[in-house]
């Protein structure tokens, strides 16, 4: 699965020359084309001010692009009628790297908002919000209010706010940047796990290390621009293909026989 | 790290718009403010319609007729017999002639004690009082008063009052208009203040409303729990504003108040559209902050995307 422009016929995201800008300031997003394919996993890169969290608005529909195609299930964004919009939200979860918990809400009642909000019973869904909330470590924590916890503690709050409706999308920004690698590992595990389940995720992340433990297409923003690594194995796999190739050229050429070369995967963007 | 019973807390869900009552309370008193100056002005438009009701039909139950003094008449007598003419009358209850002393005890607070003239012309009146259903059905003709005292050849002139009663009438319905003015306009600042109060703590609240949209709450939603909050606060502040109202009306009746006075002033006659009025008006006040806070949030809300 890779993240490369529109190789899926029915990605949950599909943006399609995509720029974006604030108000008349200069384009911060720039010619931006990919598929988030159903099920896959990716990770965001950049550096800082690169414009990872306009292009995670921009997923999560808290922003419009100010040119391209932004469709989400196969629908165009700009013409959805504004009563689609928080079904649609539904089925994105976002974990926000400032968090944005309701800090007169219990950790309990923040995570159950998503629910909340769909119409649903407290009756309903208090034990699954429970355990959930005792899955990320926070079963003792369920009555304190954001304020009074860590911000590792708070992060998790987020997750399981994020994760608690099941969503289709995961959208993830820093979702480790405040919690130990143990916390970090075991909270991957949990993306990993929803991502099994068939929720698409994107991960926007500072932490390498946290890439590296996954085998999944990173997507790096820099200038404005978008450039997708496809995952480790593919780099692979196409490495020995090419290196194949180059042995079969190699024999052909030996052979006297050099039209065949040179048909391979073309696909392949790397930086 | 307590993975093992996971329990939910007992107990209701928190509510979703953080308490701010400390931002509330000066939309509190505004409110309670205006709601009692409705209530001022609907009973005082009450009062103004009630005195003018009793002030006309004590005008209309009963009419005088004069009797003006000519040379080589007995006006005394005259008088007699106009008041024997309007007894004969259909409708007429009573009617009383006033003497001569009776004129001269009316004109003496300005012209003194035995300062008139025992020759001196006065005119007479003679006191009719009409039966109350004949008032109510409207059907007593002053006119045929009137020809049937020129047929006898006296020279009266009846005066049905109705001058002073339309006069009553039309200042009865000025104060009501005037009332139920001050009352539309004191709605529609009511109205708006408390849109202007939603879209300022909507503003306030801009986090949890993201919040709330990005987990996908529908407009409907949002401005329901701001139409919740302010429907308890217009029903909160109205029925402080509607017991002041109670309050003073209550003590301007038992203070007394002068005639002129009265009429523009809330007078508590302790009936059922005093009470109905006051119990209603807190409720009237919550439905006004209710509907103009819904449409304030839901308009702000489609701004957004």
Known sequence: MTASPHSDPEPVVRFDNVGMRYGRGPEILRDLSFDLPRGSFQFLTGPSGAGKTSLLKLIYLSAKPSRGLVSFFGRDAATLPRKELPDLRRRIGVVFQEFRLLNHLSVFDNVALPLRVAGRKRSDYAEDVAELLAWVGLGNRMTALPPTLSGGEQQRVAIARAVVGQPEILIADEPTGNVDPEMGMRLLRLFAELNKLGTTIVIATHDLQLVRMVDAPVMTLSNGHLHIRPPRSQRQREAEAREAEGREALDAVSRGDAGKAGDGDTEARDE | MNEAVPKPPPGGSGRLLPPDSGRDRPLFLVAAILVFLACIAALGARGA???????????????????????????????????????????????????????????????????????????????????????????????????????????????????????????????????????????????????????????????????????????????GLFQRRFFMLGLKSGATGAVFAGLVSILVSVGGSPADMAFFLPQWAADPFEIILLALAPLLAGLTAAVSARLAVASDLRGRW
């Open chain 2, 49 to 223: 319609w009630v005195q003018a009701q009793t002030w006309t039909s004590d005008l209309e139950s009963s009419l005088t007729i004069q009797i003006r003094p000519v040379e080589e008449r007995d006006t005394d007598a005259d008088a007699r017999t106009a008041a024997e003419i309007a007894r004969g009358m259909d409708g007429v209850r009573e009617a009383t002639a006033r003497t001569r002393e009776h004129a001269v005890a009316l004109l003496s607070p300005w012209l003194g004690e035995n300062n008139l003239p025992d020759d001196l012309p006065l005119p007479l009146m003679v006191e009719v009082e009409l039966d109350p259903r004949t008032v109510r059905a409207g059907t007593f003709a002053p006119d045929a008063l009137q020809a049937r005292l020129d047929e006898a050849g006296l020279a009266a002139t009846v005066d049905d009052h109705s001058r002073w009663a339309s006069a009553v009438r039309r200042a009865a319905r000025t104060a009501q208009t005037l009332g139920l003015a001050l009352l539309a306009l004191v709605a529609g600042a009511a109205a708006a203040v408390v849109a202007f109060a939603a879209r300022a703590s909507l503003a306030a609240r801009i986090d949890v409303i993201d919040a709330l949209h990005l987990c996908g709450a529908e407009d409907g939603f949002i401005a």
